[in-house]
């Protein structure tokens, strides 16, 4: 089953033996077992059984809590992992190590050719699409990785190509009623936004528990800076998935018309677009989908699902740090 999205407002969350059970205004909405749970969202407000809290710690499932819009507010999750050696070399490699420059020059790689993927698949799809300029700017940003040895001048190329990527974004959108003028966000403030926004925040969640089962310390990242409550580690994996997992669905949301332009709402105060209860629901649907959905892996040349490559991508951070492979190499696909 994967992840459990709950969307109904002051929701009850509890369980009978080994089974999940999710009511609202005394009707039964879930009953799952728990064995086919791998992780809880809760977006708006619900209420968890203590019975519940322990059993998800016991079965090392995490329990995230994100507002009705999708911003991320905090989550459950077991103790951390007693691999220390994993975070012994997580720690030894902070700062502007060899190690830590050559990690983030995979992660901006990852990202920037999985954005030339996105914009030659699309211009393939769609032939009349100008996006050969957007192209070459991210062809730009990739070609001095290799010879690039500071992280800021890496976060520069990394800003760069992604600034490229969304000059054509909104040429891939094909649906009347949606547009896109420039990634804004707390708030968002247009429904393509509101959806990018939405689903980044799904993703992390994903991302994080993958972090957390290979034993990492989420908050240590390399390509993010530090900040106070910032899981650094988490968004630096998140970068190579944002275009694969994220922008791919939004996309085929907009352009299959999953939704409408009906389905969004404009706060008159703050001017944040809100996705409705009917849209968010289609929308998890479809983002469940393509994490359960299978693709050749292009190192280990085996199928996998996307969730499960979550969990792949942090393995091999960890063997790179612990010396264990010459070089970490990030998810590109073709």
């Known amino acids: ?16 033996d080994e089974r999940l059970l999710v009511k609202a205004n005394k009707d039964k909405l879930l009953d799952v077992p728990l064995i086919k749970v791998e992780g809880i969202v809760v977006l708006g407000r619900a209420t968890v059984s203590p019975a519940v809290v322990n059993e998800l710690l016991e079965r090392h499932i995490t329990l995230s809590f994100l507002t009705e819009t999708g911003r991320y507010l905090g989550r459950l999750e077991p103790e951390m992992t007693k691999n220390i050696f994993v975070r012994k070399a997580q720690w030894q490699a902070a700062g502007e190590t060899e190690k830590a420059v050559h990690l983030v020059k995979g992660f901006v790689r990852g990202k920037l050719k999985n954005y030339r993927m996105m914009l030659l698949r699309q ?50 959108i094909r649906s009347e009623g949606f547009s896109f003028n420039g990634r804004n966000r707390r708030p968002p403030t247009d429904p393509v936004n509101a959806l990018l926004s939405f689903g980044y925040s799904l993703l992390r969640h994903d991302i994080q528990s993958a972090v957390n089962v290979v034993g990492f310390d989420p908050y240590l990242g390399y390509l993010h800076c530090q900040h106070y409550g910032r899981p650094g580690l988490a968004l630096d994996l998140m970068e190579e998935f944002r275009p694969l997992v994220v922008d791919a669905v939004v996309l085929s949301t907009i352009n299959l018309q999953k939704l409408a332009p009906a389905d969004f709402t404009t706060e008159p105060l703050s001017n944040a677009v809100l996705l409705s209860k009917e849209g968010r629901r289609e929308f998890l649907k479809l983002y469940e989908e393509k994490k359960q959905s299978k693709f050749k892996h292009p190192v280990l040349g085996k199928q996998c699902t996307y969730q499960e490559a979550f969990e792949i991508q942090a393995r091999l951070v960890a063997k790179y740090l612990m010396d264990e492979i010459e070089k970490y190499p990030p998810l590109v696909l073709k």
């Not at 690039?148 to 520069?156: A, E, Q, V």
Request: no cysteine; glycine share 12%.
């Open 123 to 172: 211009g393939r799809k769609y032939a009349a699409l100008d996006i050969d300029g957007a192209v070459s700017r991210i062809e730009n940003a990739i070609a001095p990785i290799d010879e690039t040895n500071k992280i800021d001048s890496l976060r520069g190329l990394e800003g760069a190509g992604s600034a490229g990527y969304f000059s054509a974004f909104n040429q891939l």
């Open 1 to 16: 089953m994967g992840t459990v999205y709950i969307t109904a407002d002051d929701a009850f969350v509890g369980k009978t």
